[in-house]
């Protein structure tokens, strides 16, 4: 049975934690966040931390959050982890009083459907923030 915690990023060993699960899940393929910032939650399998989600304040839409990473290593796909983590960041959206959850995708078809099993929404930016390629997406909380 899989349990979604919120976690401290600041505690030096979540932080670990998180680092090596985006380092296995995304490779050199995207930065490394600052796990500082937001809020983050671990998905557990027994005591092994096999998933990873972080949300922060949107820059590029008001009174939103930016679901800004979310990673399931290789193994434990297929088993509804990510959209258990976006229903926890929204859950925490919702408690903020943000009036969405805004993110992105690009070249990551699993990811893209899980958005629309998640009930969010293709939409165009005022100002995009990432490749010409990228999908955006958002989710209305109220």
Partial sequence: MYRI????????????????LHRLTFLDGAAMPQFGLGAWWLA???DDAVAFAGVVPSTHARNSGYFCRVGVLQRHRGQGLQLRLMRAVEARGRRLGWSSIVSDTTDNPASANNFIEAGYRLYEPEAPWAWSHTLYWRKRLR
């Fill in 44 to 46: 557990y399998l027994d």
């Fill in 5 to 20: 915690r919120t976690v401290d990023a600041d505690d030096d060993a979540t932080a670990e934690i998180l680092g090596d």
